[in-house]
């Protein structure tokens, strides 16, 4: 299955094209360009896509989660991603450090705190009394990051790991969905699906690297207010963690990536249980119950709030969960093939469990331990948290919250700190090694060159972003790259399902052999 190339593939260079023509256009002058700027052009389109294809998203990324609970009691379930005796290639933890580590690394901790502060002051639903918006801040936050993106993720990578490990297919999202396609259109749709996967994943991690950038340059200029938390010290920043996270791509899967993730984990915990130390350890776990149960009991009425009444609340749903729809859809391409990589000889019940409730449980408790400390903080302690964020940017919530613990925070700030530049060379590297497999015609070890060139290009899409409109840029180019590629995750569980309904029913042959003995 292991297969090496160098060559340049067609998806190869007309992804490269593009992604450049976007390159250039953003380094051009406002000026220049008039209306036709990358700020202006972006921001409309974003708006239109929102407003009018909101319902889409949230249609979408509900059924996905349908789906994944759907399999895990199906007859599916028992079918093994791979050969029947095929075993997997790496253990739990290591399984599980890998898949959360390219999963939503960076987000974790540029939102764990500012998001739950932001919805606590700027509700969801509006009300009047601060108990609820706490409650309903909280709320929130495990919606958007729990169930969802990982049922997402799961369903990606299991239709790229079933068609690859079991059907024995190229490595690519183009043959996840061949089969749906006209032969004599075969070749022109997978290079098409391919494109559209390649520039989701340029432009959805190119979004965290420029999150990452931003929230690295507040922690330093937290713990050294000397150094500003400029786009300059942004961009030098990108540069230093480019060449790390580039080095680690060339070490290969089984070392860089691995070893990092491992570590990450380790990390984050670590901080996770500082936290948990100083801060209000009792309030924070009563919380984490009290949320879980109310997160689980309110999924249906938030999977489809819409809005339709209230254009106040509609314009909240835009600013927060359309994005964050998007979001994970613009790196499921990246996120599935990753996981899908790393997960042969799982079953189909294993994999759809283990990608959709460990990670979120884990993702679930530290917005709990971050968030719920911070607004803790605003509700008991007098803080003024929210304060320091409008005044420095969302990106500094964590090391505002980590500076009010006094000198143990900041040991926690550079823990932080270091928190963030392991999950964005994590983050970095194994994008990088899926654009490669992606634009190599799937091949499972593209070449150090063509790694390296998607490692260059991420970077600089991701500088360009920052410096034309930062967090703002960052978001529409998330929501503009995965539009299109919400259909293609469709026809990608149509055809798995074509895939499955072929397969003979395992507990049925089980209970014929159990018969005839």
């Known amino acids: 299955m292991t297969r090496h190339t160098s060559k340049l593939t067609t998806v190869f260079k007309i992804s490269v094209v593009f992604c450049l023509l976007f390159t250039i256009w953003g380094i051009l002058p406002d000026s220049a360009l008039g209306s036709a700027s990358l700020l202006n052009v972006t921001s409309k389109a974003q708006a239109f896509l929102t407003a009018r294809f909101g319902w889409l998203y949230l249609l979408s990324m509900s059924a996905f989660l349908l789906i994944a609970l759907f399999l895990i009691f199906s007859r599916f379930g028992s079918i093994r991603l791979g050969k029947d005796t095929d075993r997997p290639d790496f253990g739990l933890i290591s399984w599980f450090a890998m898949l959360f580590s390219a999963g939503m690394g960076i987000g974790l901790v540029f939102w764990g705190v500012s998001e739950p502060l932001t919805h606590f002051h700027t509700p969801p639903v509006p009300t009047a009394d601060e108990a609820n918006a706490a409650r309903l801040a909280m709320r929130y936050s495990f919606f958007h990051w729990g169930l969802h993106p990982w049922a997402l993720y799961a369903m990606v990578g299991l239709a790229i790991a079933y068609s690859t490990f079991r059907k024995g297919r190229p490595a690519t999202i183009g043959d996840t969905v061949a089969s749906l396609m006209h032969s004599r259109y075969e070749v022109f749709g997978k290079n098409t699906v391919e494109i559209l996967a390649i520039v989701a994943t340029t432009f959805g991690v190119a979004t965290s690297l420029g999150l990452g950038a931003q929230q690295i340059s507040g922690g330093f200029h937290f713990l050294i207010p000397g150094i500003p938390n400029s786009f300059l010290t942004q961009l030098v920043i990108i540069l230093i963690i480019s060449v790390l996270y580039m080095y680690s791509a060339a070490s290969g899967l089984d070392k860089g990536i691995r070893i990092l993730s ?20 009792s309030f924070i776990m009563d919380l984490f119950v009290q949320t879980s149960g109310a997160y689980l009991q309110n999924l249906p009425v938030m999977s489809f709030r819409a809005a339709a009444f209230e254009p106040g609340e509609r314009e909240w749903i835009n600013s927060w969960t359309i994005f964050y729809w998007a979001w994970w859809i613009s790196w499921s391409p990246f996120v599935g093939t990753f996981i899908a990589r790393v997960s042969r000889g799982r079953t189909i019940r294993e994999f759809v469990i283990g990608i959709t409730l460990v990670p979120t449980v884990f993702g679930l408790l530290w917005f709990t331990v971050f968030g719920g400390t911070a607004i803790w903080s605003e509700m008991f302690d007098n803080a003024n948290l929210i304060g320091v964020v409008n005044d420095n940017g969302i990106e500094t919530g964590l090391f ?12 926690l700030s550079i823990l932080a700190v270091l928190l963030i530049t392991t999950f964005f060379i994590t983050s970095a590297d194994s994008a990088t090694y899926v654009l490669g497999m992606l634009s190599s015609g799937g091949s499972l070890t593209p070449s150090l060159r063509i790694k390296l060139t998607w490692g260059v290009i991420q970077s600089s899409i991701a500088a360009v972003l920052l410096s034309t409109g930062g967090l703002g840029t960052l978001q529409a180019a998330a929501i503009l790259a995965a539009f299109p590629f919400v259909f293609v995750v469709i026809l990608m569980i149509v055809s798995l399902f074509k895939d499955l309904s072929d397969e003979p029913d395992q507990s049925a042959t089980v209970e014929r052999k159990a018969s005839n003995e």
């Open 262 to 281: 491992n570590a990450n984990i380790i990390a984050a915990l670590l901080l996770m249980v500082g936290v948990l130390l100083v801060g209000p350890g």
């Open 400 to 411: 505002a919250l980590l500076e009010t613990f006094g000198g143990f925070g900041t040991v």
